[in-house]
């Protein structure tokens, strides 16, 4: 943690990287640090601002085509910020992030932009329509983690390369929307920087990937129970079918 032992939540950029509400991963962060008593912060980067280094979780949101192009302009023209996005103890990029974090990404007229390289990941453009509506993933890339609940509207896609990880196995909806119909895959893990198509946002409808990114910032955290939180997830798995996911991987567990 920072050196005054507050837990920092770096929101970057959150005038152009905060589409369906993902600033509320800032807050999610927020409440689970509460909940254990933690003290936390978070810190706003607004675009022109270099991002500090004292950072612990830093989070990239989703955003528009054109928002997204101006994000990675800024993000290339901080002399620092890929070092400290590498260097983070946390970080999460949420759809136009995660494409911002990847070796590089399709623009809406379909150019080719190198992003920072932090994930190896190359994203290019759906075929088909844009993917939009509810996403239920299976985690693979985080150890012990219950079913992935979220929200998707995007028209890139992503292929992982050798040096990352998914997050998860797609249960319904698109994701990374590469081998559609194999096996569709969310997302990915490198180090310490989750990449995930799910907004929702995805930190609110999934406490324990909060918990996660706490935990690579602070070490271990008590397990807490919020009962408001665990009826959004019941009722968003049912939506979906993902009851049944979820009780048969709580049995496997
Ligand atoms: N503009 C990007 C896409 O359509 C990202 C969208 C988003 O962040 N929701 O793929």
Redesign the pocket.
């Known amino acids: 943690m920072s050196g005054d032992s507050e837990l920092t939540v770096v929101l970057v950029y959150p005038e152009l990287?905060g589409?369906?509400g993902d600033r509320g991963n800032a807050l999610a962060l927020v409440r689970r640090a509460q909940l254990r008593g933690l003290p936390v912060r978070i810190t706003k980067v607004p675009l022109g601002r270099r991002l500090p280094a004292f950072g612990d979780v830093y989070l990239l949101?989703?955003?528009?085509?054109a928002a997204?192009l101006l994000a990675l302009r800024a993000l290339v023209a901080d002399p620092s910020a890929r070092r400290v996005l590498a260097e983070a103890p946390a970080c999460l990029a949420?759809?136009?992030?995660l494409?911002i974090l990847a070796r590089e990404f399709a623009a809406?007229d379909g150019h080719r932009e190198h992003g920072l390289g932090l994930l190896d990941v190359i994203?290019a453009?759906l075929p088909g329509p844009?993917a939009v509506g509810e996403v239920l993933v299976e985690p693979l890339g985080i150890p012990s983690l219950p079913m992935l609940t979220g929200y998707?509207?995007?028209?890139?896609d992503a292929q992982i390369l050798v040096g990352a990880e998914p997050l998860g196995r797609v249960m319904h909806g698109v994701g990374n929307g590469v081998g559609i119909g194999v096996g569709r895959l969310d997302g990915a893990v490198q180090g310490h920087i989750v990449g995930t198509?799910l907004?929702g946002p995805v930190l609110v409808r999934n406490p324990a990937l909060a918990d996660r990114l706490i935990e690579w910032s602070v070490g271990p955290v008590a397990p807490v129970h919020d009962e408001a939180v665990e009826q959004l997830r019941a009722e968003r798995l049912a939506a979906v079918g993902g009851k049944r996911f979820a009780l048969r991987r709580m049995t496997r567990a």
């Open positions: 990287l589409t369906y949101g989703g955003g528009e085509d997204e949420v759809c136009a992030g494409q809406a994203c453009r844009r998707e509207n995007h028209q890139g198509y907004h």
